[in-house]
């Protein structure tokens, strides 16, 4: 099956750019909704932290480190480095007896305004501390910390990232069709939309063994510290707080988004094939109004979907649009 | 005819993300090849800054102000707004006895990293001079001083858009379809990508009447000032330098890119559809190769489309490849 049109960019009344994409909404069962080819293999990318985050907490590791709900939401987040963020990752490593130096995702410049300009006009280099995914990262060596394996935790046979690929498994239902290295340096594992969506539908109804604690721990901590997942202005962090605790969502590069609904036992997950997160977070936004969880006239909406695009003098030069049949 | 696959982006021995559009080669006689829809109507937002600087040389008021070839370099021009492009801006206003207030287009901060950097840590805000597209304005009012127009010159009906409308449709040998605003508040006509191919033939075939002449000045600018139009690290500033001399480029918003090849006679047109400037930096550098103005080991083939991507440790997770059957 072909991708389907999700997002259009419309300008003077003509149609000047389309996002096109894959989007499937499952519950318990299997599939309810689908735009596109739920069976497109995609990476989830950053979209798949709280699968990654899973045997950090059913392993007893987290319990062993004593983590906090905030903790486990900097787990499952691509954060902005701000000071929140920043200054728990590094109380978190304190604690672990670790330091920024044992972490392997790599230094950048934080998307924070404020961090990024102390750092820039003090001439400050930034740290892994920095990385958005370094609160994945302190997960990682959590856990390893708990499975005793070696310092290089983002290696494909390392316990940590074995353990994370059998979670990745069991959560979409599928044997992983390929792998990648991620921005942060882990391996990350191909999926069908399907299949994550699956996964999403799972931590919507996590059940009550011990995984299913897991997931539901796991999608708590996420409602709960909306602000940690991502920061301030940042879509996740938005959306999660304009669902009022029906909704987590969680954002990966290249266009990825998902969404978990406890009430409605629903998950969501969606590929722009592009890898525009513009169109990922409009066409989001649309199946969040599609499932009730925003209204239509929620500011949230209007940002990332329906209001007015503006230029340099605050002038409306166009809107996104939904395409046609997209949520319907 | 629908939208052809351009270009891909691999990680992990899998396709992870496309870029659909249309590219069109023109000579002087019509396509010479195409890929995708020549027809699909798109806005050339910044890429067609030369034909909207045709009237302003033509007209005969570019020489009434004695504007250099510096200058013309700045009226076709998307800039950095580094210093090398604010300063000589002001010095156009001021030779014209206007002021920064004059201007319509809007100010933000510059790309131009150390003039950004100088904004950002003074707490200065950036003034319409930095905005990218400041030079073109300042050539609008340069033409609007030779017509004696009113303050408001990027009204749709103003006699300078008026001027830029007939150009447009003599270049690209079409009525316009529609028009929208532009980020910079001038009024942007539609075409399709074969009709803004045709006028870039236009340019590599100037002719030698007044309107010609204006076309052979204008190319001739924009290949001796390739820091001019546009800056450090910018795709067309790369690129006209990696041309020797053998091609003007010019990129636009919402991943349009166009190129003038005088020795070749030949004009081209891409749009991606989805409209990502990786997209259309890829793909107008494939084109290039194509053509034989770039040599696929060019540093600059390398960094806008076949060498490997890499993340914020300096590992290598994939690439951009050119997808099946373009360009060639």
Same mark, same amino acid.
Not at 18 to 25: C, E, Q, R, S
Not at 177 to 198: E, K, M, Y
């Given at each position: ?25 499952c519950d ?5 909704? !689908? ?55 590094? !109380? ?93 340096? !882990? ?13 999403m539908a799972g931590?919507a ?53 998902? !969404? ?7 998950g ?61």
């Amino acid at each position: 099956m072909a991708a389907a049109e999700l997002i259009e960019l419309w300008r003077g009344g003509l149609r000047e750019s389309a996002h096109l994409g894959h989007a499937v909404i499952c519950d318990g069962k299997g599939i309810v909704e !689908a735009w596109g080819d739920p069976g497109a293999v995609i990476f989830p990318r950053s979209s798949c932290k709280m699968i990654q985050a899973l045997p950090l907490v059913d392993s007893g590791a987290a319990d062993a480190a004593g983590l906090s709900s905030e903790e486990l939401a900097l787990a499952c987040a691509s954060h902005n480095g701000a000071e929140i963020h920043t200054r728990r990752v590094s !109380a978190w490593l304190d604690r672990l007896g670790l330091a920024e130096s044992d972490l392997r995702c790599g230094a950048h410049l934080p998307n924070d305004p404020a961090e990024r300009r102390r750092l820039t006009c003090s001439e400050t280099a930034p740290c892994q501390i920095h990385n958005n995914c370094s609160g994945k990262h302190a997960g990682f060596l959590t856990l390893n910390r708990h499975l005793g394996g070696g310092a290089e935790y983002v290696e494909l046979d390392h316990p940590v990232q074995r353990a994370v690929r059998d979670a990745f498994e069991a959560e979409t239902g599928e044997t992983v069709a390929g792998w990648g290295i991620d921005g942060c340096s !882990a391996p990350n594992f191909a999926v069908t939309v399907a299949g994550l969506a699956r996964a999403m539908a799972g931590f919507a109804q996590p059940g009550a063994d011990r995984r299913g604690q897991a997931r539901r721990r796991l999608v708590e901590a996420m409602i709960a510290h909306p602000e940690l997942v991502a920061g301030e202005g940042r879509a996740c962090t938005e959306m999660m707080r304009a669902a009022r605790g029906r909704a987590a969502l969680k954002t990966g590069a290249e266009a990825v988004f998902v !969404a978990i609904l406890p009430e409605r036992g629903l998950g969501v997950a969606l590929k722009v094939a592009d890898g525009a997160t513009r169109g990922s977070e409009a066409a989001i936004a649309a199946l969040m109004v599609h499932l009730d969880i925003f209204d239509e006239k929620d500011p949230v909406v209007q940002k990332y979907l329906s209001g007015p695009l503006r230029n340099w003098r605050g002038l409306a030069t166009g809107e996104l649009r939904r395409a046609s049949g997209f949520p319907r």
